[in-house]
């Protein structure tokens, strides 16, 4: 059980266009999903916190509006990065929480080369 | 800021040798969750320390929280090339969780 997926898992895309990423638990009910961005050899750095029917919480330095964040049902998340840029080339990965636990769930991740 | 440091970044070890890494915190942690990523892989749940002194086992690996709530360490026994990646530590802090700065495991057959 609680599996996340994510699609897609690699996108390549010129630079400003826009891409969307789509983040789904597949078999649990997700409150809370996250949403984090992992450059090479770095740690993970959490973007933003999105609860089903609400608006996103963003961390500071996150352009809102470069990163949408939809969350509309407690299975599926997504994050579209707008016009993207060559450094917004990333590992963006989202994670999925059950409601009352610490615990949660990645997805695989999906690769942004920005060309 | 909101991380939390680890070290070492690096630890190359020989199959069969001990491997510890070492979380750190200015401030006090509620809790404090420990993750393995394997390379070109996304982070596995490991573990939820809460108690103050906490001290966890699975299997080879041994998990404790310092007595001040600011420290945590994972400690592998006997390396085995599977142990093989990226193990981070990460806070929770209300709804959102930072990872700390993670240490890079490499085990030499």
Known sequence: GAVVSQHPSRVICKSGTSVKIECRSLDFQATTMFWYRQFPKQSLMLMATSNEGSKATYEQGVEKDKFLINHASLTLSTLTVTSAHPEDSSFYICSASVAGTDTQYFGPGTRLTVL | ?109
């Open chain 2, 1 to 109: 800021g909101q991380q939390v440091m680890q070290i070492p970044q690096y630890q190359h070890v020989q199959e069969g040798e001990d491997f510890t890494t070492y979380c750190n915190s200015s401030t006090t942690l509620s809790n404090i969750q420990w993750y393995k990523q394997r390379p070109g892989g996304h982070p596995v749940f490991l573990i939820q320390l809460v108690k103050s002194g906490e001290v966890k086992k699975q299997k080879r690996l041994t998990f404790q929280f310092g007595e001040a709530k600011k420290n945590s360490s994972l400690h592998i026994t006997a390396t085995q090339t599977t142990d093989v990646g990226t193990y981070f530590c990460a806070r929770n802090t209300g709804n959102q969780f930072y990872f700390g700065t993670g240490t890079s495991l490499t085990v030499i057959p």
